[in-house]
């Protein structure tokens, strides 16, 4: 069975750093690609950064852009998310999810949710002020 489990979540002041690792199993984890997406209390979920196969391709919000680095280590099936200048509007459940399809390849459809196939039980990051 598939899981994706993340860890690296916590507590961390506005400018810090934090980086979150996404540990899968049950899959070819390298015929994949992988994204990390975030839900704040009381709104929706929303996309962060996604990464391709192989690792050569990679795609973020905005939002993020210049602070979040997204990589990956197919040899440990695992992914990360370096965290950079933490904001407190950065305070969410992060979460980690897999896809298999190569709709993935389509821009508009690597940052919904709906492209990716499996999904983490998530982990928090907080950003105090």
């Known amino acids: 069975q598939v899981q994706l489990v993340e860890s690296g979540g916590g507590l961390v002041q506005a400018g810090g750093s934090l980086r979150l690792s996404c540990a899968a199993s049950?899959?070819?984890?390298?015929?994949?690609?992988m994204g990390w997406f975030r839900q704040a209390p009381g709104k929706e979920r929303e996309f962060v950064a996604t990464?391709?196969?192989?690792?050569?391709?990679?795609y973020y919000a905005d939002s993020v852009k210049g602070r979040f680095t997204i990589s990956r280590d197919n040899a440990k099936n695992t992914v990360y998310l370096q965290m950079n200048s933490l904001k407190p509007e950065d305070t969410a459940v992060y979460y980690c999810?897999?896809?298999?399809?190569?709709?993935?390849?389509?821009?508009?459809?690597?940052?919904?949710?709906?492209?990716?196939?499996?999904w983490g039980q998530g982990t928090q990051v907080t950003v105090s002020s």
């Open positions: 999810a897999a896809a298999r399809s190569s709709s993935w390849y389509v821009p508009s459809v690597r940052s919904r949710g709906y492209a990716y196939d499996y």
């Open positions: 049950g899959l070819t984890f390298s015929s994949y690609a």
């Open positions: 990464i391709s196969w192989s690792g050569g391709s990679t």
